[in-house]
């Protein structure tokens, strides 16, 4: 099934318009947040808990959201976590304290807690075992599409003032609610994979092999990196080379394009290689690029080595995610609900190291993410290959 078949299909368009959405906020944020938020007095550390607080609330909202989904329909939840970001942003907009910020975040936090799993499962209901990788594509496209197109709108805007960039990010959710109420219509009946999620995850906790902690642990470690350059990218830059809210726009840009020109690339590599061996080798790619962004005294030495970090977690990322759906036909759902848990952990504890590092001496925010990454590389190396290269139990 084409591309062009899948966007013909009911519901589909707009749940990729709320994926696109859902990134393109986030992106708008991303630039200016921590210009923002220091304006309000706050430490590195804090920013880092800033950025933490949004994925400890997601990390505890969606399990709860996922069941209220089951009773009441994933399309009332998917509204309720749109009309939570707007109220986000516009919570953003007139903050004049920390507190307010750490609210608009949590807030933010609670909002893709309702999003995300009713997006997932609606493209699963909507779909068919055939169409569902297209539409998984399109729908990693939009995220990546958000992501190139928010960071430079945010830049863009913050210039005319800060509240502008959020006031944007809240007027582009109230069309997303639009979008959502009509051309989505809720399924008429649930699939049996959603009704006896529970059971299987029951099940799959009760028969947790090592290899697949290996492999969450893996997951851990792609947003544990994403969430340190999060924390302190745009706090070094504007320290180092004096970069302002639309330069650092202009960079998570460069960040998002690379991303997508990765995902044309990395489905070829696993093919040729294997995922082992991919990230293996994406782990040390991402430690190198990390620790080289301290030496950055310009553009070119600064978008090489975050070329590397970004090259290298885009090769981590595909390859685990090969891995657990090859090692869990069976229990697929449970299991990338499970994946979910160490993706948040990640996102939680990344950045407040980097934060709490980079409070203490700013260089050491780098090369101390650079060992944690490469002590996780010699570890999948030497422990987690041996293991993950035994046949998959059943």
């Not at 430490?43 to 909202?61: D, H, K, V, Y």
């Not at 302190?232 to 998570?252: D, N």
């Not at 030496?295 to 090259?311: E, G, I, M, N, R």
């Not at 990344?350 to 944690?372: H, N, T």
């Amino acid at each position: 099934m084409s591309f062009k078949e899948v966007l013909k299909m009911p519901g589909i368009p707009a749940l990729l318009f709320t994926q696109f959405m859902v990134a393109f906020g986030f992106g708008v944020i991303l630039p200016i947040l921590p210009f923002y938020t220091l304006s309000l007095g706050p430490q590195p550390f804090e920013l880092g808990l800033l950025t933490a607080t949004f994925a400890l609330m997601s990390l505890i909202c969606s399990p709860i959201f996922g069941k209220l989904s089951d009773r009441v329909g994933r399309k009332k939840v998917m509204m309720m976590g749109i009309g939570a970001f707007f109220l986000a942003y516009l919570v953003f907009a007139v903050s004049d304290s920390l507190w307010m910020a750490f609210l608009a975040r949590a807030i933010e936090g609670v909002a893709a807690g309702a999003v995300f799993p009713a997006c997932i499962s609606l493209l699963s209901d909507l779909t068919t075992d055939h169409q569902r990788g297209r539409a998984m594509g399109l729908f990693s496209m939009m995220f990546s599409l958000g992501f190139i197109l928010g960071p430079a709108v945010g830049g863009i805007a913050s210039a005319i003032s800060v509240q502008t960039a959020f006031l944007v990010a809240a007027g582009l959710t109230v069309l997303n609610l639009v979008s959502v109420q009509i051309q989505l219509k809720e399924p008429a009946k649930e699939k049996t994979e959603s009704k006896d999620l529970v059971q299987k995850e029951i099940t799959l906790r009760q028969r947790l092999s090592s290899p697949l902690l290996v492999l969450f642990l893996s997951w851990f470690m792609i947003t544990f990196m994403i969430g340190g350059i999060d924390a302190t990218l745009a706090l070094y830059t504007s320290a180092q080379l004096g970069f302002q809210s639309h330069e650092v726009g202009l960079l998570f840009a460069f960040i998002g394009a690379l991303i997508m020109v990765m995902q044309f690339v990395t489905g070829s590599l696993v093919n040729r290689f294997g995922e082992l061996k991919l990230v293996t080798a994406g782990l040390l790619l991402s430690g190198t690029g990390f620790f080289l962004l301290q030496y950055a005294t310009d553009w070119p030495s600064l978008l090489a080595p975050l070329a590397v970090f970004v090259a290298g977690n885009a090769l981590v990322f595909p390859s685990v995610s090969s891995m657990l759906s090859k090692r869990s036909s069976a229990n697929r759902g449970a299991v990338m609900g499970l994946a979910g848990s160490f993706n948040s952990l990640g996102q939680i504890i990344g950045p407040l190291l980097a934060g709490f590092l980079y409070g203490w001496m700013p260089s050491s925010a780098f090369w101390g993410m650079a060992i944690a990454i490469m002590a996780y590389a010699a570890f999948f190396a030497l422990v987690a290959i041996p293991r993950l290269s035994k046949p998959a139990a059943g």
